[in-house]
């Protein structure tokens, strides 16, 4: 059972895009979604978290201002807008579930509690 992360592609700086994380075969209502992101030679970071409730979320330093998470259950959807996009933004993107209570908190200290991580999407930021 995988999530999909999709919506990525090139864009120039400040430009925007809108990534999806979807599921088939499973809800994911009730369950922390966490975005990720792996830069070319860097290792995996969280960028932003929403909880199962979609009542809390928070977001890396790097990404404040600029990128927004949101979910819509009915369609079994977890968005990330991401607007103003930078060159240190590039990176494959990838969505993943937690059901720990506290892992949307603290992306860092809870990583191991995520899972189903699909293949991401690539997000590419140049002129």
């Known amino acids: 059972v995988q999530l999909q992360a999709s919506g990525g592609g090139l864009v120039q700086p400040g430009g925007s895009l809108r990534l999806s994380c979807t599921a088939s075969?499973?809800?994911?209502?009730?369950?922390?979604i966490g975005w990720f992101r792996q830069a070319p030679g860097k290792e995996r970071e969280g960028v932003s978290c929403i909880s199962g409730s979609g009542r809390s979320w928070n977001y890396a330093d790097s990404v404040k201002g600029r990128f927004t998470i949101s979910r819509d259950n009915a369609r079994n959807t977890v968005y990330l807008q991401v607007n103003n996009l930078k060159p240190e933004d590039t990176a494959v993107y990838y969505c993943a579930r937690s059901v720990t209570p506290a892992a949307c908190v603290d992306t860092y200290r809870y990583y191991r509690t995520f899972g189903s991580w699909g293949q991401g999407t690539l997000v590419t930021v140049s002129s």
């Open positions: 075969g499973f809800t994911l209502d009730g369950k922390h």
